[in-house]
Structures are given as C-alpha cells and as structure tokens.
C-alpha cells in the first residue's frame, strides 16, 4: 500500500509545498490540503501504517523529521521546533510520541 492509493498525489504534491520554508508547518492545514480529513477513520488508520517506519505502533519524533519525505521524497525535514510542536498537540497521554488512536483524533478535529 502506498500514499498514493489513499490519497492523491496531486493533493499531496501541493500540501508539501505549502510548507516549503522552514518552521511553517501545520498538521492540521497539511491534513485538509492533502485530503487527509476527508478519509474515513480506516484510511486514516492506513496512512498512519505507512508512515510508521519502524512499525512500532508509534510516530516518534525521530519519524516526525521526516513526515513531509514521507509523502514526497526530496521534501525538506521538520524543524526540531516544528516536530516538538507536532509531538506536543498530538500527543494526548504524554508518552513522548503519537499512537493511531492519538494520529486520528488530531486528523479529525
């Protein structure tokens, strides 16, 4: 499975690129322009597998730097301020990185 058969690549090519410059990301922006918050909870769900690199079950910061590469490769890393404040509005039990459950609920607000 791939982004792609989730989402558009079109739709994804231009949410990256909104965020081009360093420290302007936004999840919840990135999610509405990639068409990420239209998807049902399954596919959601799904996307969240992909972007687990490591299958833990978990984004940890560590996989936060490359979310956008994720998606496009050759896209720029997340600061470490952009990636903190992402791990921090996700992270509802503190735990120091993003569960499934947690991912959906940040999509879907």
């Known amino acids: 499975m791939s ?3 989730i989402l558009s690549a079109e739709a994804i090519e231009n949410a990256v690129k ?6 302007s990301f936004s999840f919840k922006k990135f999610s509405q322009l990639c ?4 998807k049902s909870p399954k596919e959601v769900k799904d996307v ?3 972007l687990d690199d490591d299958n833990s079950g978990f984004l940890e910061e560590s996989e936060l730097k490359f979310f956008l590469q994720r998606f496009v490769p050759g896209a720029r890393t997340l600061t470490d301020a952009e990636c903190k ?3 921090s509005a996700a ?3 503190n ?3 993003i569960g499934v459950e947690e991912f959906l609920i940040m999509v879907q607000s």
Do not use: M
């Open 18 to 23: 909104e965020f081009q410059a360093p420290d």
């Open 48 to 50: 969240f597998q992909i």
């Open 3 to 5: 982004l792609t058969s």
């Open 91 to 93: 992270d509802d039990d």
């Open 85 to 87: 404040g992402f791990l």
């Open 35 to 38: 068409g990420l918050t239209s």
């Open 95 to 97: 735990d120091g990185k």
